[in-house]
């Protein structure tokens, strides 16, 4: 609920902000390529992995989105494997896509990983760009990248 109301007051603040109506003209589409970028991860020791160039599909449909990692690693020793959160909250407003999500189970190898649960998960897609941040069990993660 928490993050519900997160969404909601994000959404309405940057649609106050822009002062004008979502149209054709004004509504943005996530790139078919993907989007290519960094990605760190606080090891909750200090220390930060950070891996260069991951590629991240990000998909929208009605009022959802899911984002699909390709190839990513949360520390060295760790095999690279494609992560997808699916069902995160999404929502249309000018020049921009608003993503929430909280208590989402990713799927990797074929199946759930639930002891990497998606929480505070928060992002925004504009015309060129994704970020988002959010802790993957009890790991937090940022992502930035550009249109590929």
């Known amino acids: 609920?928490?993050?519900?109301?997160?969404?909601?007051?994000?959404?309405?603040?940057?649609?106050?902000?822009?002062?004008?109506?979502?149209?054709?003209?004004?509504?943005?589409?996530?790139?078919?390529?993907?989007y290519i970028g960094w990605m760190s991860v606080d090891q909750n020791d200090s220390t930060f992995y950070t891996q260069d160039s991951v590629?991240?599909?990000?998909?929208?449909?009605?009022?959802?989105?899911?984002?699909?990692?390709?190839?990513?690693?949360?520390?060295?020793?760790?095999?690279?494997?494609?992560?997808t959160i699916d069902s995160i909250g999404a929502a249309d407003i000018p020049y921009s896509i608003i993503l929430v999500g909280n208590n989402i189970v990713p799927k990797a190898m074929g199946g759930p990983f639930p002891q990497y649960t998606i929480t505070d998960l928060v992002g925004i897609v504009t015309a060129d760009s994704l970020s988002f941040s959010m802790k993957c069990g009890s790991f937090p993660l940022t992502y930035q990248g550009k249109v590929k």
Request: glycine fraction near 4%; charged fraction near 20%; proline fraction near 2%.
């Open 55 to 83: 590629v991240v599909l990000c998909n929208k449909a009605n009022n959802f989105a899911k984002i699909t990692m390709q190839k990513v690693k949360f520390a060295e020793a760790m095999p690279a494997l494609d992560i």
């Open 1 to 34: 609920m928490k993050t519900l109301r997160l969404f909601l007051v994000t959404a309405s603040i940057a649609a106050t902000m822009t002062a004008c109506e979502l149209t054709d003209e004004n509504k943005i589409t996530m790139a078919e390529g993907g």
